[in-house]
């Protein structure tokens, strides 16, 4: 148990209702900031596991929202080498000191800030599609998620770069990385990294994602998603500012 329980249970409340908030559509940016929160009450290797079943239970809601509204092909093309990428990001999740991980998620977080920073100018580039893009796309993303519950960035990246309509790529993601997240769970059993109990602790705030998902539906369309969004990429900036040089004693 942490030795600060009440900020502990106040962050993993924020967590739950932040994971609500991104199913709902308030921004990608949200789900990314999970695993640093958690990071700042817990090892990183613990963060990532429990973030897991609730980052599943937050999927049910947006399968319900996006369902069908996928391409098979791309799914087809990225999920082999993700399933390879799970099992080397679960490795390294096992092996790798907390320090380690840390650093590794910071910079992960901080390539989703430049991403985001640069997303408008990758749409501009003259881009000829290739499989193989996809095929190191998947195991990419397979990688992040296991290793920091990041592999969005990857998937985002390379679909950025498809011709494909906003719904269909919000429909793929969800589809592929429920898929992903369903996939890590023996993994994360076997190597030890899923702790029962500890998750028990938390499910009674469960009912906080479906509520933040109807407050984020309720928010989309009446608030600047502009000024949000850059307010977001501070936040995760400093989160992995302090994720690469502070470690805590």
Known sequence: MPNQPTLYYVVIALVALLIGLSKGGIGQVL?????????????VTQAVALALPLLIFGDLFSLWAFWKKWDMRYIRLMLPTAVIGIVIGTLLLTVLPDIALRRILGIMTLLYVVYRLLADRLKALAYQPRNWHGVAAGGAAGVGSALANVGALFYTVYMLLQPVEPVIFAGTATLFFFIINILKIPGFIVAGLFDLNLFLQVAWL????????????????????????????????????????VYPE
């Open 31 to 43: 789900g990314v900031l999970i695993t640093p929160l958690l990071t700042f009450v817990m090892p």
């Open 206 to 245: 469960l009912p906080l994602i479906p509520i933040g998902v109807f407050i984020g539906r309720w928010l989309v369309n009446r608030m600047p998603q502009k000024a949000f969004e850059q307010l977001m990429l501070v936040i995760l900036t400093l989160a992995a500012l302090v994720l690469i040089f």
